[in-house]
């Protein structure tokens, strides 16, 4: 079945934070519990920006084994089984393995579902609580009751990405990481809130497996090419050669899945991508 179309201080530590993913009535009447039926966008007001290095208020977990995967994957982690599984030692619990920095509307997570099913994928977003990232819970808990057995393995979080990166994944975690049509920060004074950059690389790379595929996309050609630049800069990173771009699954989606690259298109305008991978260096 094919995706439904796109409709002053540091936060608190939560020892289980990743933001719950539970079944809510949602905001203002745009989604109804257990239903199935998708949330109206129209009740979900989206701010277009929000400051990166402005103080925010909400839970972080302190390190990523403090993360209860069970609130937003359950039938992966089972509530009555524990946060970590059915108890068998010998099998290794599922981590979570793509990550869609700025996920939106949350259109790149449901088209990659389908594709990575046995992958647990987690979108995060900074904009407000009640209003993004609850639109994309409803949306998730919409698909998973009208289709059994189905998007159980994506989720949304509430969070900082330029902050806390380190604070949801461990080193090597992450195959795949998505900046799709970021925030281009246009004045010269606020390139550091950009959030593909030289610092923020380093991160991204540490949690990162060798071998990670990081997709960026966007319509400014000057972001364009400063996030090719950074990338191209980064000892740990790598281009991925053209024809494996031409045929991996997932490039299409950069610009058809998500409100903004459907924008995009209907206006005819130019996309820029920057796809690279994640490599090793001897003193790693």
């Known amino acids: 079945m094919p995706p439904p179309d796109e409709a002053g201080g540091e936060p608190d530590a939560a020892p289980r934070g990743l933001g719950q993913m539970t079944r809510t009535s949602g905001a203002n009447g745009g989604g109804q519990q257990g239903s199935g039926k998708l949330p109206r966008k129209r009740f979900y007001r989206a701010r277009a920006h929000s400051n990166p290095l402005s103080d925010s208020h909400f839970p972080i977990p302190i390190a990523p084994d403090d993360v209860d995967l069970s609130q937003h994957y359950p039938r992966y982690f089972p509530a009555d089984k524990g946060e970590h599984g059915d108890g068998d030692g010998d099998a ?3 981590r979570i393995r793509f990550a869609d920095v700025g996920c939106g509307f949350g259109g790149l997570l449901v088209g990659l579902s389908p594709l990575f099913p046995d992958k647990l994928m987690i979108g995060m977003e900074l904009r407000d609580k009640v209003q993004v990232t609850e639109y994309v819970k ?11 057995g189905q998007y159980d393995n994506i989720s949304v979080v509430r969070t900082n990405s330029m902050k806390y990166i380190p604070n949801y994944f461990g080193k090597a975690q992450l195959s795949k990481m998505f900046f799709l049509f970021p925030d281009p920060h246009f004045k010269e004074k606020n390139h550091r809130r950009r959030v593909i950059s030289m610092h923020l690389l ?3 790379a540490y ?3 060798v071998g990670g595929i990081i997709y960026t996309i966007t319509d400014v050609e000057e972001l364009g ?3 090719r630049t950074c990338l191209e800069k980064h000892p740990l990173f790598q281009a991925v050669p053209e024809e494996e771009i031409k045929v991996d699954p997932v490039v299409k989606l950069l610009s058809s899945a998500t ?3 459907q924008k995009v ?3 005819g305008g130019q996309t820029f991508q920057a796809i690279f991978r994640r490599i090793s260096l001897q003193e790693e």
Request: charged residues 35%; aromatic residues 6%; proline residues 7%.
């Open 202 to 204: 380093d991160e991204y």
């Open 138 to 148: 409803e949306r998730v808990l919409a698909l998973r009751a009208s289709n059994p």
């Open 265 to 267: 298109a209907r206006n």
């Open 207 to 209: 949690v990162m497996e």
């Open 92 to 94: 290794e619990a599922p």
């Open 225 to 227: 090419i400063w996030m």
């Open 259 to 261: 409100e903004e690259g």
